[in-house]
């Protein structure tokens, strides 16, 4: 069984200066041959499967916008072009591709590599720079397709608020995000969603977290959730915003680090949901930290070693996680 990639680059996706580019996948495109990754064809995705997430007046207002297009919809800003509905149908369409290949067993797990990217688009609204929350639709599409319960573990810089909001009421449906606090766009505090302890779990993190944090959290809280929550399928928001000299953010990752948190959710699914895992494309607005980040996923999907480390160590220091995530842990009933 192999690795199956989408590649939904949405060239005509545009806006003057605005850094969710096409241009964001340029140093990747011409490396995607040289992984051990088989490429499958990503279809749109049906009105009908975007309403798994979103309310269809949503659906048909963004439908309309874009046919009057360019438009900015948001104050991110979020931006549509005229081919900006079919470019997102196809960009959730794609995530869908990589789910069902993983689902009917004809993949043993995928990277969806696709833009414009979903995890801030909620139920009834597009936003920064997201037009339909691809992740959270495949995950609603996995649960319609023979899966019981499956989990969202978002690791890009941005909270996955979009996410968030399609799952709150949905026990089937879990997620973690980590993030850093204080940026775009304000919400995943510990405590949002108390009704849901152990299945929504937010991570705030400070800036320049760093590798060594990364590893801490996915031992210390992505091990036990997922444990306990136990999904049959893993969903991950890669978001590669969450490297250290990111031009918006700064979480403090390396390639390095990438590799490592990458390896160890494919290793979570390995132990918890017999393998299934699904890697999708977020933010990430440096073109090599994208292009080295997705080689680093495809890395720990194909169980190789870090075959291209852009040997890229934050310059600055790790900061200390232990008591926020002592606080995350008590939050949810793990001790
Ligand atoms: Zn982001």
Redesign the pocket.
């Known amino acids: 069984m192999k690795t199956a990639f989408t590649f939904v680059p949405s060239s005509q996706h545009e806006f003057p200066d605005h850094p969710e580019r096409p241009g964001r996948l340029d140093v990747l495109e011409p490396l995607l041959h040289t992984f051990d990754a088989e490429r499958i064809e990503a279809t749109r995705a049906k009105p009908e499967q975007i309403a798994l997430v979103h309310q269809p007046q949503l659906i048909k207002a963004i439908e309309e916008v874009c046919r009057q297009g360019p438009a900015i919809i948001d104050h991110a800003p979020t931006y549509v072009t005229k081919t900006s509905y079919d470019d997102a149908l196809l960009a959730a369409g794609g995530v869908i591709a990589c789910t069902h290949a993983v689902i009917n067993g004809n993949s043993n797990n995928a990277f969806a590599i696709v833009r414009p990217p979903g995890h801030h688009a909620e139920p009834d609204r597009a936003m920064g720079f997201c037009i339909f929350n691809n992740i959270a639709i495949a995950a609603c599409e996995a649960l319609q397709h023979g899966m019981e319960r499956v989990m969202v573990i978002d690791y890009?810089?941005?909270h996955g608020n979009g996410t968030q909001a399609a799952c709150m009421d949905n026990e089937r449906f879990g997620f973690i995000s980590t993030h850093q606090w204080g940026i775009y766009p304000g919400t995943g505090w510990i405590t949002d969603a108390p009704h849901a302890k152990g299945r929504l779990v937010n991570v705030p993190l400070h800036e320049f977290a760093g590798d060594k944090t990364f590893e801490r959290v996915a031992d210390k809280i992505f091990k036990p959730i997922v444990e306990k929550f136990h999904p049959q399928m893993l969903l991950i928001s890669t978001?590669f915003?969450a490297h250290w000299n990111d031009p918006i953010?700064s979480l403090g990752l390396s390639t390095q680090g990438f590799y490592n948190i990458s390896k160890k959710l494919v290793q979570l699914a390995e132990e918890y949901c017999k393998s299934k895992i699904v890697f999708v494309l977020?933010?990430?607005y440096d073109p090599h930290n994208v292009a080295n980040g997705a080689g680093a996923v495809f890395d720990a999907l194909t169980n190789s070693p870090l075959k291209k480390d852009a040997h890229d160590p934050s310059p600055y220091p790790d900061v200390d996680h232990e008591s926020r995530i002592q606080e995350i842990l008590k939050w949810h009933g793990i001790t």
């Open positions: 890009d810089a941005h978001g915003d953010t977020e933010g990430g």
